[in-house]
């Protein structure tokens, strides 16, 4: 029986005073305890690409199982590549602990920028990657260092046809530099029938408290023209200024939010499901427990050759969250395409 990855299995509360370890035994599930992708000496910690090739052989020995394989991708980083039996499939890069694609029955529905990059330097422009410790703007890098921390694999398993890999991110001294405390980040991902989920758990393994910010900043594949997001009707919002970059305060007036220019809005207290239909005739249900909040993003002519083709529906968590040694945060997105 493999526990982790079960949707609602684990604490949904926003603060769990234990961090209950993911036991998983049986035949069809690996799991390792301290198994590490490179030493985090490294100031750069990042994955290199000429180095990434044999570390994804030894990952992929690992942790290879019936769904799950384990690659270089593009730049040579390691990346791992979840599908099921309904033909839903996705890629996980450990470079950034980023979803780089997500396939429902054939179709792509997330987007990779254009001018990303697989370095393993950059961040990964595009997918879903993380923002933490810092939502941004604030006192350390836009949207935090985890998108361009080299993450480790500690689990894998598939039962009833759930694909589901579980990465770790730990303080380092290259985040501690930036962020002076010790924190385990454990993100699960699993494909479930045609649905994508998501689970993120942040521990204070630190003597002293610490708080943060953080967010799962989705682009979505889409014809803007046509893209509409409903369910934030009537909440507050703040317009980021995109010269001064200041917030201004409004509130939501419309069932269907459209993007017919530039758009950078935070929604405070937003509902645990919003419906994106993504102008490709599409639309998909993003559901969650514990992200608190919602981002819109698209930059319309400050990306003049690309802001058509994307739009960025991003679950946030951005009053900070205090964390207490030993205690622990979870967040959960489950993405489902709706048909209609
Ligand atoms: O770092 P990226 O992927 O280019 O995204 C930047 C954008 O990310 C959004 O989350 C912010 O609301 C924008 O203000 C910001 O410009």
């Known amino acids: 029986m493999a526990l982790l990855c079960k949707p609602g299995f684990g604490a949904t509360t926003t603060l769990n005073k234990e961090f209950v370890p993911r036991v998983c ?25 000429t180095q990434s090739t044999s570390v994804s052989t030894g990952i992929s020995g690992q942790f290879a199982i019936a769904g799950i394989n384990v690659d270089a991708g593009e730049g040579g980083l390691p990346v791992v590549k979840l599908h099921n ?11 950034g602990g980023v979803i780089t694609s997500w396939k429902s029955k054939g179709k792509e529905l997330l987007h990779v920028r254009p001018d990303a990059v697989f370095d393993g330097v950059k961040p990964i422009s595009g997918g879903v990657p993380h923002c933490f410790p810092q939502f941004g703007p604030g006192a350390i890098q836009q949207h935090g260092f985890a998108r361009n921390c080299s993450w480790e694999v500690v689990a894998t398993s598939n039962e009833d046809d759930t694909p589901c890999v579980t990465l770790r991110l730990v303080d380092n001294e290259y985040s501690r530099a930036m962020w002076n405390f010790k924190f385990v980040v454990k993100y699960s991902v699993w494909l479930q029938g045609d649905n994508l989920c998501t689970e993120m758990i ?22 803007i023209k046509g893209v509409t997001v409903t369910g934030l009707n009537g909440l507050k919002c703040f317009d980021k200024d995109p010269v001064t970059k ?20 935070i929604y405070k207290d937003a509902p ?14 993003l559901e969650n427990e514990g992200w608190s909040d919602a981002v819109l993003w698209n ?19 951005l009053d900070p969250v205090t964390l207490q040694p030993r205690d622990s945060w979870t967040a959960k997105l489950t993405i489902s395409p709706l048909s209609e």
């Open 25 to 49: 035994v049986g035949s069809r599930h690996q799991s390792v305890v301290g198994f590490r992708l490179r030493p985090f000496s490294n100031a750069r910690l990042c994955v290199r690409a």
């Open 85 to 95: 039996k309904q033909k839903s499939e996705c890629q996980i890069y450990l470079h």
């Open 202 to 223: 942040v521990k204070n393994v630190d003597e002293k408290p610490f708080s943060f910010t953080t967010a799962l900043h989705t682009y979505f594949k889409a014809d």
């Open 246 to 265: 200041e917030p201004v305060q409004s509130s939501e007036d419309r069932d269907e939010v459209t993007f017919p220019e530039f758009v950078d809005r």
């Open 272 to 285: 645990s499901r919003v419906v994106l239909r993504n102008g490709l005739g599409d639309t998909l249900s």
């Open 299 to 317: 930059p319309y002519m400050t990306m003049k050759l690309y802001y058509k083709d994307f739009v960025c529906v991003e679950n946030a968590k």
